[in-house]
Nanobody
Framework: QLQLVESGGGLVQPGGSLRLSCAASGFTLDAYTIGWFRQAPGKEREGVSC???????NYAESVKGRFTISRDNAKSTVYLQMTSLKPEDTAVYYC??????????????????????WGQGTQVTVSS
């Protein structure tokens, strides 16, 4: 059974950092495009970042310069390093996986929610 499991969420003060992990089980992530999304209460799910198997990345404007997506294919894990966190970053963060051909380009893999596989989400709360 193919599964994605997020971890690393928690409560952090504004300006702090967190690293989220997205681990795959039942398959290896190396050939997949991986996206990170977030959803705040009362808001639609928002694309944060994505990374192709080649390592190419794309970010939402709201997180550029603060968040970094990376992958460790040997560990079948994708990371989202989040720095300079703001209260508006508070949300449930989800990772998702799909084959590269599902997306026309790098921008689409960041905003599209048509990924086949999704994790259960991890809560990130930024508050003093």
């Amino acid at each position: 059974q193919l599964q994605l499991v997020e971890s690393g969420g928690g409560l952090v003060q504004p300006g702090g950092s967190l690293r989220l992990s997205c681990a795959a089980s039942g398959f290896t992530l190396d050939a997949y495009t991986i996206g990170w999304f977030r959803q705040a209460p009362g808001k639609e799910r928002e694309g944060v970042s994505c990374i192709r198997s080649s390592g190419s990345t794309n970010y939402a404007e709201s997180v550029k310069g603060r968040f970094t997506i990376s992958r460790d294919n040997a560990k079948s894990t994708v990371y989202l390093q989040m720095t300079s966190l703001k209260p508006e970053d508070t949300a449930v963060y989800y990772c998702a996986a799909d084959i590269p051909s599902s997306f026309r380009n790098l921008v689409e893999c960041r905003w599209s929610t048509k990924y086949d596989y999704w994790g259960q989400g991890t809560q990130v709360t930024v508050s003093s």
